[in-house]
């Protein structure tokens, strides 16, 4: 027996990695089961299980990591198929410290499955992954967290506690990041912890990296969504950061800001609603609203996300405009909601809920796109029902004729329960719109002689309806619909005609007794609900018209009192009590006529969508119109705003934070590139895209920033502009690289020396790199003499050692494709405390790319590159108004780029704005006739192309820049360049 | 989040699991077998199904059912973009995204699954990162792995995840630098009865096959670029460049990817390149019917008309159909009633005809609803909506690229009623 069931296990493994013969190994196992029944020892099974796993325990075992590997893929190809294998549990996990990393990887797996079953076990792979917290490779400190907060077991809670709060001070953001994600795990396994991991998540909201925000807010979501206290300080960061996070993130951030910002701000739609006398009461009281700048800041930064490709991104932010933009702003979510559409069918139905509830609140915005929601014969029966109901929400007096003719289409197809569905929205289009209820009701009517049973049965009901409305004027319809009870066969159908004849029988005082009489004869074989409206009907004809119907009457009531239904029992007595008159029967008798015919209200029909909105958007308790487990309210906005001031940041303490973190940087600096680009990816992209190679211009960069935060110090109220671009990388393109340094670098030198007045200079080599030789460099704008396609660099070299330095020189220059450079004649000798100052020239060919280099001495050799801006590229031209005009003629169209700007307070004067704007770009003033206008030309060095500048001021502070140059990619840069000098 | 994952096959058996918090047992995906049968097709089985403890949000793709398992509130979007995105990751590894495919490569699926989600929040779901991560299987990979014995686990870290262009890995170097655009329009349509068309809409999608080394930054200009009405982008795109200068600008993922999809304005009229005229009738008591369909080229830009497929799902009293084409061949598939018609390039000289009798059920009544035909083609080198791409330049890099582009235009749903 035990040979035998080892060859079945073997040949049921070797199938495993291919599962091509599933169910032959799945036979082979119940054959080996059943064989095993009559031997069902505690004992045996285990021994059984034991040889089950025998060949895979010795491959486990054995020194080969190619062994291993094949054991683990067989056991997770096992795990895959929902097939039991914690019995090899200790094999596995003595291999968790392997080397292979694929090995590694499956161990792991195979450890989150079963460690919650295994425990004590489990508890012997924690050391190692205590070790991987340790290892100074980030990806493998990340890994080692995330594996060990997977593990459910509850003994290492505060293992994983401190090993959180250790990962959320990590260096790396990515480590930080796994962190946030260990949150909630720990948090699901012992909610004991959430004042600890309430800290944490509040030191992580504070992140200033992409990496992290998304992961931390979807731990505050599970963890402590009410704390929105926690929001406040974070709220601007948040909104700042949302373009760059990625896709997940996004999702999650938008939720809850919309949550975030129902209990900050003002409803910006006050007077909804409200009616006139209330709202000029309203006006009286208290004063117009004006909306939050923070609230304006959330729904700018998130308007661009409308244009992502993830579905779920688009309605997340649908929602959040839904839910909070001033109703003229809310059209702009339909074209991409309407988008969506086009995508795969689960997505389709999803949006369409959402759709099907906007369109009742806001029914506007969908008109445009009506025929996107024409149906065809090949959509799923659901999707064409919540099309339908789109449809039916959106007809209004304008269109209706054409939804009309549209539904008239749809009642002829093939699928009979969206035949139904569109009667029934023919009925609701009727009885919304008044206009239209005869045609419509005119049309239902021909479709009572449709073949399908179905689809007369829909109508009768829905007819019904709507004869309700206006009963005196159908009779005739009333009459048709009699005479139907003959043919047709669904009970819904046959209880609305009976209840339409007993309600209207005066208005066909002839048909109905004969009604009365067939159904008395067939009442026996009828449906419930049936049975119910004879007896109604009988009721009613007995009281109006007694002498005809009492037998009828008495007949049915006595058909009913002995039917298996309870229901209609009661009611049959209940019915004889009130209308027969009897010594016994009360009061109630007199009223019998006026209980019964009395003026019923005509139903209204509703969508099903109504009133859906309380339910926030997009949520899947709004799709299924039931609370889901975890579900936050949507709260209603408040009637008075709390204080913004809240979300302010105090901005010296940020400073401090800064410095330190340079400090620990500048100390980290000498151990090489690697530690300091772990300290924040932020921080990483801005060295590297200021002066490759360097890497101490940190403390220069870090008075530089000073410089900034200093400055805009004044406006720590107005929220910062949004982060221009998604992107910043190592070898990042010119248009992406962050401009905003050099504007701060002009106040600081000017304050340097007065010889750097009118320019601004960079560093070229710090002090301490250049082991005591510091090398500054800046555009001196004359044209460079040997080669007129050349800019001119002056370059100025300090030697602050105790030693000369000899032969200074430049050295192997590694220009670019067409790039160019002429060298500045060797220094022989370059004195202590000396400077010299010498000229290079540079050909960049327009472009902003680096140009690198070596500085040698005599003794070291130190690798530089020069980048300049863009407005350094080109040269002043001087032209008349009237040639400016002709040039700027010709350059139109695709060439003309034109961008809308404020300007700063201190760019009010027509002198520093032409001295801002020529201190960015290296241009010349052109004489012009309107006082409000500026013009400035000039020439790219290399290839001569025009650059022509216009600056218009418009009232306010605001001001048009418009740059026509046939160099597209400069006038972009160019204009990014000179409103970064004018605005700020 | 997502809480569970199962895999199902149309026959009803649960292929694969998996798992990224405590086990659920395989029982309650019966609730989702339960509304399965009450939907009929499979078109109609609901996306969301509550049960009493979870909710089961489903999609439907290549013949497999992506059922995850929820326990708590979260975005139903979310989960479906998300299934959507693993079914393209096992597309974009094995292929194709099938049973046989995935039963496989189960230890790849099981890894992907692993890398994708962490505790059910999405971790790293761009092509480009897990390919870096686990490398997607080839023959000769797997010929050499069973040989020495390596892995198909990438040795190195995924330095991806780290940098802030996610989707592109570091380091790619091709000897052959190519740039591939594939603009693809898609013309979406009803035309009624008399020929006229009630709806129609261009939809377009631009799908690239990048192939250039280091850290190349494009920018892509359009002629014409007013006629993009709505567009949603790849992540890679820079925004605000888009809406200052219309320019798409970006560091290309490596590989194939989707750059953007696109609408074309809708005051524009569309071009319907095609047009039908068709004679559909039933006689009640013969219990037969006449079909009589030619199909010929509208304003199609002086561009031939070609893989022209007309598709018919007839009605279900319908028997049998006898039929002659005087171009391409026809199938009648009498179990599901669809009538294919494939009739291949459209010449103007002589149009392509369907014609002949069509056999009822006898005694059944006559169907009432004439069937609507769907449409198929496909025009080379054209762009219906006239998108032209200006020009392609790259910034950062030395090398030359070469570059091209390619204009499609297809029926996307185009449907004519009868």
Same mark, same amino acid.
């Given at each position: 027996?035990?040979?035998?069931?080892?060859?079945?296990?073997?040949?049921?493994?070797?199938?495993?990695?291919?599962?091509?013969?599933?169910?032959?190994?799945?036979?082979?196992?119940?054959?080996?089961?059943?064989?095993?029944?009559?031997?069902?020892?505690?004992?045996?099974?285990?021994?059984?299980?034991?040889?089950?796993?025998?060949?895979?325990?010795?491959?486990?075992?054995?020194?080969?990591?190619?062994?291993?590997?094949?054991?683990?893929?067989?056991?997770?190809?096992?795990?895959?198929?929902?097939?039991?294998?914690?019995?090899?549990?200790?094999?596995?996990?003595?291999?968790?410290?392997?080397?292979?990393?694929?090995?590694?990887?499956?161990?792991?797996?195979?450890?989150?499955?079963?460690?919650?079953?295994?425990?004590?076990?489990?508890?012997?792979?924690?050391?190692?992954?205590?070790?991987?917290?340790?290892?100074?490779?980030?990806?493998?400190?990340?890994?080692?967290?995330?594996?060990?907060?997977?593990?459910?077991?509850?003994?290492?809670?505060?293992?994983?506690?401190?090993?959180?709060?250790?990962?959320?001070?990590?260096?790396?953001?990515?480590?930080?990041?796994?962190?946030?994600?260990?949150?909630?795990?720990?948090?699901?396994?012992?909610?004991?912890?959430?004042?600890?991991?309430?800290?944490?998540?509040?030191?992580?909201?504070?992140?200033?990296?992409?990496?992290?925000?998304?992961?931390?807010?979807?731990?505050?979501?599970?963890?402590?969504?009410?704390?929105? =206290?926690?929001?406040?300080?974070?709220?601007?960061?948040?909104?700042?950061?949302?373009?760059?996070?990625?896709?997940?993130?996004?999702?999650?951030?938008?939720?809850?800001?919309?949550?975030?910002?129902?209990?900050?701000?003002?409803?910006?739609?006050?007077?909804?609603?409200?009616?006139?006398?209330?709202?000029?009461?309203?006006?009286?009281?208290?004063?117009?609203?004006?909306?939050?700048?923070?609230?304006?800041?959330?729904?700018?930064?998130?308007?661009?996300?409308?244009?992502?490709?993830?579905?779920?991104?688009?309605?997340?932010?649908?929602?959040?405009?839904?839910?909070?933009?001033?109703?003229?702003?809310?059209?702009?979510?339909?074209?991409?909601?309407?988008?969506?559409?086009?995508?795969?069918?689960?997505?389709?139905?999803?949006?369409?809920?959402?759709?099907?509830?906007?369109?009742?609140?806001?029914?506007?915005?969908?008109?445009?796109?009506?025929?996107?929601?024409?149906?065809?014969?090949?959509?799923?029966?659901?999707?064409?029902?919540?099309?339908?109901?789109?449809?039916?929400?959106?007809?209004?007096?304008?269109?209706?004729?054409?939804?009309?003719?549209?539904?008239?289409?749809?009642?002829?197809?093939?699928?009979?329960?969206?035949?139904?569905?569109?009667?029934?929205?023919?009925?609701?289009?009727?009885?919304?719109?008044?206009?239209?209820?005869?045609?419509?009701?005119?049309?239902?009517?021909?479709?009572?002689?449709?073949?399908?049973?179905?689809?007369?049965?829909?109508?009768?009901?829905?007819?019904?309806?709507?004869?309700?409305?206006?009963?005196?004027?159908?009779?005739?319809?009333?009459?048709?619909?009699?005479?139907?009870?003959?043919?047709?066969?669904?009970?819904?159908?046959?209880?609305?005609?009976?209840?339409?004849?007993?309600?209207?029988?005066?208005?066909?005082?002839?048909?109905?007794?004969?009604?009365?009489?067939?159904?008395?004869?067939?009442?026996?074989?009828?449906? =419930?609900?049936?049975?119910?409206?004879?007896?109604?009907?009988?009721?009613?004809?007995?009281?109006?018209?007694?002498?005809?119907?009492?037998?009828?009457?008495?007949?049915?009531?006595?058909?009913?009192?002995?039917?298996?239904?309870?229901?209609?029992?009661?009611?049959?007595?209940?019915?004889?009590?009130?209308?027969?008159?009897?010594?016994?029967?009360?009061?109630?008798?007199?009223?019998?006529?006026?209980?019964?015919?009395?003026?019923?209200?005509?139903?209204?029909?509703?969508?099903?969508?109504?009133?859906?909105?309380?339910?926030?958007?997009?949520?899947?308790?709004?799709?299924?119109?039931?609370?889901?487990?975890?579900?936050?309210?949507?709260?209603?906005?408040? =009637?008075?705003?709390?204080?913004?001031?809240?979300?302010?940041?105090?901005?010296?303490?940020?400073?401090?934070?800064?410095?330190?973190?340079?400090?620990?940087?500048?100390?980290?600096?000498?151990?090489?590139?690697?530690?300091?680009?772990?300290?924040?990816?932020?921080?990483?992209?801005?060295?590297?895209?200021?002066?490759?190679?360097?890497?101490?211009?940190?403390?220069?960069?870090?008075?530089?920033?000073?410089?900034?935060?200093?400055?805009?110090?004044?406006?720590?109220?107005?929220?910062?502009?949004?982060?221009?671009?998604?992107?910043?990388?190592?070898?990042?393109?010119?248009?992406?690289?962050?401009?905003?340094?050099?504007?701060?670098?002009?106040?600081?030198?000017?304050?340097?020396?007065?010889?750097?007045?009118?320019?601004?200079?960079?560093?070229?080599?710090?002090?301490?790199?250049?082991?005591?030789?510091?090398?500054?460099?800046?555009?001196?704008?004359?044209?460079?003499?040997?080669?007129?396609?050349?800019?001119?660099?002056?370059?100025?070299?300090?030697?602050?050692?105790?030693?000369?330095?000899?032969?200074?020189?430049?050295?192997?220059?590694?220009?670019?494709?067409?790039?160019?450079?002429?060298?500045?004649?060797?220094?022989?000798?370059?004195?202590?405390?000396?400077?010299?100052?010498?000229?290079?020239?540079? =050909?960049?060919?327009?472009?902003?790319?680096?140009?690198?280099?070596?500085?040698?001495?005599?003794?070291?050799?130190?690798?530089?590159?020069?980048?300049?801006?863009?407005?350094?590229?080109?040269?002043?031209?001087?032209?008349?108004?009237?040639?400016?005009?002709?040039?700027?003629?010709?350059?139109?169209?695709?060439?003309?780029?034109?961008?809308?700007?404020?300007?700063?307070?201190?760019?009010?004067?027509?002198?520093?704005?032409?001295?801002?704007?020529?201190?960015?770009?290296?241009?010349?003033?052109?004489?012009?006739?309107?006082?409000?206008?500026?013009?400035?030309?000039?020439?790219?060095?290399?290839?001569?192309?025009?650059?022509?500048?216009?600056?218009?001021?418009?009232?306010?502070?605001?001001?048009?820049?418009?740059?026509?140059?046939?160099?597209?990619?400069?006038?972009?840069?160019?204009?990014?360049?000179?409103?970064?000098?004018?605005?700020? | 989040?997502?809480?569970?994952?199962?895999?199902?096959?149309?026959?009803?058996?649960?292929?694969?699991?998996?798992?990224?918090?405590?086990?659920?047992?395989?029982?309650?995906?019966?609730?989702?077998?339960?509304?399965?049968?009450?939907?009929?097709?499979? @078109?109609?089985?609901?996306?969301?199904?509550?049960?009493?403890?979870?909710?089961?949000?489903?999609?439907?793709?290549?013949?497999?059912?992506?059922?995850?398992?929820?326990?708590?509130?979260?975005?139903?979007?979310?989960?479906?973009?998300?299934?959507?995105?693993?079914?393209?990751?096992?597309?974009?590894?094995?292929?194709?995204?099938?049973?046989?495919?995935?039963?496989?490569?189960?230890?790849?699926?099981?890894?992907?699954?692993?890398?994708?989600?962490?505790?059910?929040?999405?971790?790293?779901?761009?092509?480009?990162?897990?390919?870096?991560?686990?490398?997607?299987?080839?023959?000769?990979?797997?010929?050499?792995?069973?040989?020495?014995?390596?892995?198909?686990?990438?040795?190195?870290?995924?330095?991806?995840?780290?940098?802030?262009?996610?989707?592109?890995?570091?380091?790619?170097?091709?000897?052959?630098? @190519?740039?591939?655009?594939?603009?693809?329009?898609?013309?979406?349509?009803?035309?009624?009865?008399?020929?006229?068309?009630?709806?129609?809409?261009?939809?377009?999608?631009?799908?690239?096959?990048?192939?250039?080394?280091?850290?190349?930054?494009?920018?892509?200009?359009?002629?014409?670029?007013?006629?993009?009405?709505?567009?949603?982008?790849?992540?890679?795109?820079?925004?605000?460049?888009?809406?200052?200068?219309?320019?798409?600008?970006?560091?290309?993922?490596?590989?194939?990817?989707?750059?953007?999809?696109?609408?074309?304005?809708?005051?524009?009229?569309?071009?319907?390149?095609?047009?039908?005229?068709?004679?559909?009738?039933?006689?009640?008591?013969?219990?037969?019917?006449?079909?009589?369909?030619?199909?010929?080229?509208?304003?199609?830009?002086?561009?031939?008309?070609?893989?022209?497929?007309?598709?018919?799902?007839?009605?279900?009293?319908?028997?049998?159909?006898?039929?002659?084409?005087?171009?391409?061949?026809?199938?009648?598939?009498?179990?599901?009633?669809?009538?294919?018609?494939?009739?291949?390039?459209?010449?103007?000289?002589?149009?392509?005809?369907?014609?002949?009798?069509?056999?009822?059920?006898?005694?059944?009544?006559?169907?009432?609803?004439?069937?609507?035909?769907?449409?198929?083609?496909?025009?080379?080198?054209?762009?219906?909506?006239?998108?032209?791409?200006?020009?392609?330049?790259?910034?950062?890099?030395?090398?030359?690229?070469?570059?091209?582009?390619?204009?499609?235009?297809?029926?996307?749903?185009?449907?004519?009623?009868?």
């Amino acid at each position: 027996w035990v040979s035998a069931s080892v060859a079945a296990s073997r040949h049921s493994l070797a199938g495993a990695p291919s599962l091509g013969g599933t169910s032959a190994g799945r036979k082979k196992q119940t054959n080996k089961q059943t064989k095993k029944t009559p031997l069902k020892t505690g004992k045996n099974v285990k021994m059984g299980i034991f040889f089950r796993h025998d060949d895979l325990k010795e491959m486990l075992d054995s020194n080969k990591d190619s062994l291993k590997l094949e054991a683990m893929k067989r056991i997770v190809a096992m795990i895959a198929r929902g097939k039991n294998a914690s019995d090899l549990f200790p094999a596995v996990v003595k291999n968790v410290a392997c080397k292979n990393i694929e090995v590694k990887k499956l161990v792991y797996v195979y450890l989150v499955r079963y460690a919650e079953e295994q425990q004590d076990l489990a508890l012997l792979s924690i050391s190692t992954f205590q070790r991987g917290l340790k290892d100074p490779n980030q990806l493998i400190r990340a890994s080692a967290l995330r594996v060990l907060s997977s593990i459910r077991v509850p003994i290492i809670v505060p293992i994983m506690m401190l090993a959180i709060k250790e990962a959320a001070s990590d260096m790396s953001p990515y480590v930080r990041k796994t962190a946030a994600h260990a949150i909630p795990k720990l948090y699901s396994l012992d909610s004991d912890q959430k004042d600890q991991l309430i800290e944490v998540i509040e030191k992580l909201l504070a992140d200033k990296t992409t990496l992290v925000a998304g992961s931390v807010v979807m731990a505050f979501e599970e963890v402590c969504p009410e704390r929105i =206290d926690l929001i406040h300080k974070n709220y601007r960061k948040l909104c700042n950061l949302l373009i760059d996070v990625e896709e997940w993130g996004q999702v999650v951030i938008i939720n809850m800001l919309t949550r975030y910002a129902r209990t900050q701000f003002l409803s910006p739609n006050q007077n909804d609603g409200k009616d006139a006398k209330a709202e000029a009461a309203m006006l009286a009281k208290c004063k117009p609203y004006v909306m939050d700048p923070d609230h304006r800041l959330l729904l700018r930064n998130t308007k661009p996300l409308l244009q992502s490709r993830n579905a779920a991104v688009v309605m997340a932010v649908a929602q959040l405009y839904f839910h909070l933009a001033p109703k003229a702003e809310v059209g702009v979510i339909a074209k991409a909601l309407v988008r969506l559409l086009r995508s795969h069918r689960s997505v389709q139905y999803v949006v369409l809920q959402n759709v099907a509830t906007m369109s009742i609140k806001r029914r506007g915005m969908f008109e445009p796109y009506l025929k996107s929601f024409y149906i065809r014969s090949t959509d799923p029966t659901q999707i064409k029902i919540l099309k339908l109901e789109v449809l039916t929400n959106l007809a209004n007096e304008t269109n209706i004729s054409t939804i009309l003719r549209e539904f008239q289409t749809y009642i002829r197809s093939m699928d009979k329960d969206f035949v139904a569905a569109t009667i029934q929205a023919i009925g609701r289009c009727a009885t919304n719109i008044g206009k239209v209820r005869d045609t419509c009701l005119n049309g239902l009517v021909q479709l009572l002689s449709n073949r399908d049973e179905l689809v007369v049965a829909e109508s009768v009901v829905v007819i019904k309806k709507l004869l309700q409305m206006q009963p005196a004027q159908h009779s005739e319809i009333i009459k048709h619909m009699a005479k139907l009870t003959d043919n047709i066969q669904v009970p819904m159908a046959r209880a609305s005609i009976l209840w339409l004849i007993g309600e209207y029988c005066e208005h066909v005082p002839k048909i109905a007794p004969d009604v009365l009489r067939k159904m008395a004869k067939s009442f026996t074989n009828e449906e =419930d609900i049936v049975k119910l409206q004879v007896i109604n009907l009988a009721a009613k004809l007995y009281l109006t018209n007694s002498k005809q119907s009492k037998l009828l009457t008495q007949y049915v009531l006595n058909l009913a009192k002995y039917d298996q239904n309870y229901d209609i029992r009661d009611r049959a007595r209940f019915i004889r009590q009130l209308i027969v008159p009897t010594e016994k029967s009360g009061a109630l008798n007199k009223y019998a006529k006026k209980l019964f015919l009395a003026q019923k209200p005509a139903p209204i029909l509703e969508s099903s969508f109504k009133d859906r909105d309380h339910f926030q958007l997009g949520s899947l308790s709004h799709l299924l119109n039931a609370k889901a487990v975890g579900y936050q309210e949507l709260p209603d906005w408040p =009637d008075e705003a709390p204080d913004p001031s809240v979300r302010n940041v105090e901005v010296p303490s940020e400073e401090e934070e800064e410095e330190e973190r340079e400090k620990k940087a500048k100390k980290k600096a000498p151990q090489g590139r690697k530690g300091r680009a772990e300290t924040s990816s932020e921080e990483a992209s801005t060295s590297e895209s200021s002066s490759s190679g360097s890497d101490s211009g940190s403390e220069a960069e870090a008075k530089q920033r000073k410089v900034m935060r200093a400055g805009m110090g004044g406006c720590t109220g107005i929220p910062v502009p949004p982060i221009e671009l998604p992107i910043s990388t190592p070898c990042s393109p010119p248009a992406a690289r962050p401009a905003p340094r050099r504007f701060p670098c002009l106040i600081w030198m000017t304050l340097l020396s007065p010889a750097f007045s009118a320019v601004k200079t960079y560093e070229l080599l710090h002090r301490m790199a250049g082991e005591g030789l510091a090398v500054e460099y800046c555009f001196s704008r004359r044209p460079f003499p040997g080669d007129p396609h050349m800019v001119a660099v002056q370059i100025q070299i300090s030697n602050n050692t105790d030693t000369e330095v000899k032969n200074l020189r430049v050295n192997e220059p590694k220009p670019l494709s067409g790039m160019r450079i002429q060298e500045f004649p060797e220094i022989e000798h370059l004195a202590p405390g000396d400077t010299a100052s010498v000229v290079m020239g540079i =050909d960049f060919c327009d472009s902003t790319q680096a140009a690198n280099f070596q500085l040698c001495t005599h003794t070291r050799q130190f690798y530089v590159s020069i980048q300049p801006p863009v407005g350094e590229l080109m040269a002043p031209v001087f032209m008349s108004e009237n040639e400016f005009k002709k040039e700027q003629g010709k350059l139109m169209g695709m060439s003309e780029i034109t961008e809308k700007l404020m300007l700063s307070e201190k760019c009010q004067s027509d002198h520093t704005i032409v001295q801002q704007l020529t201190s960015a770009a290296n241009v010349g003033r052109v004489p012009c006739g309107a006082s409000n206008e500026y013009r400035f030309a000039a020439k790219t060095v290399t290839s001569g192309s025009l650059v022509l500048i216009t600056l218009e001021r418009r009232e306010g502070s605001t001001a048009q820049l418009t740059i026509n140059s046939e160099k597209m990619v400069i006038g972009t840069m160019l204009v990014k360049d000179i409103i970064q000098a004018l605005a700020q | 989040m997502i809480h569970s994952l199962f895999l199902i096959n149309c026959s009803g058996d649960i292929f694969l699991e998996k798992h990224w918090k405590s086990v659920v047992s395989q029982s309650v995906c019966d609730y989702f077998f339960e509304a399965q049968e009450k939907a009929i097709d499979v @078109e109609n089985v609901p996306p969301v199904i509550s049960t009493p403890h979870h909710y089961l949000i489903s999609i439907y793709r290549d013949k497999i059912f992506f059922v995850s398992v929820i326990q708590t509130e979260v975005p139903p979007l979310f989960v479906i973009e998300f299934l959507h995105r693993v079914a393209d990751t096992f597309q974009d590894y094995f292929g194709e995204c099938s049973e046989t495919a995935i039963k496989d490569n189960v230890v790849i699926v099981y890894e992907l699954l692993e890398e994708m989600l962490d505790n059910g929040f999405p971790l790293a779901t761009e092509s480009n990162i897990l390919k870096e991560l686990i490398k997607p299987p080839t023959i000769l990979r797997s010929v050499v792995n069973s040989i020495t014995g390596s892995s198909n686990v990438g040795d190195t870290l995924p330095t991806g995840q780290l940098s802030n262009i996610p989707w592109r890995r570091a380091g790619v170097k091709y000897t052959n630098n @190519e740039a591939y655009f594939d603009v693809i329009e898609e013309i979406d349509a009803i035309i009624d009865k008399s020929g006229s068309t009630v709806f129609a809409e261009i939809q377009g999608v631009i799908d690239s096959c990048i192939k250039l080394s280091g850290m190349p930054d494009l920018s892509l200009s359009f002629m014409n670029p007013r006629l993009l009405d709505d567009v949603s982008f790849h992540p890679c795109i820079r925004f605000k460049r888009w809406e200052s200068e219309r320019v798409l600008s970006f560091i290309p993922p490596d590989g194939n990817f989707r750059l953007i999809s696109y609408r074309v304005s809708s005051q524009n009229l569309v071009a319907i390149p095609v047009y039908v005229k068709h004679m559909i009738s039933f006689k009640e008591n013969t219990s037969s019917g006449r079909f009589d369909v030619t199909i010929g080229p509208k304003q199609n830009m002086g561009k031939t008309v070609e893989g022209v497929v007309m598709t018919v799902h007839m009605p279900k009293a319908v028997l049998n159909m006898n039929l002659t084409a005087t171009q391409g061949s026809y199938t009648f598939d009498p179990v599901t009633k669809v009538l294919t018609w494939d009739v291949g390039k459209i010449t103007p000289q002589k149009l392509p005809n369907l014609k002949g009798m069509v056999n009822l059920q006898s005694g059944a009544p006559k169907p009432e609803e004439n069937p609507s035909l769907n449409i198929q083609f496909k025009i080379q080198q054209l762009a219906i909506s006239g998108l032209k791409v200006n020009r392609l330049d790259m910034y950062g890099e030395k090398y030359k690229p070469f570059k091209g582009v390619k204009y499609i235009t297809k029926a996307g749903k185009f449907q004519v009623r009868t």
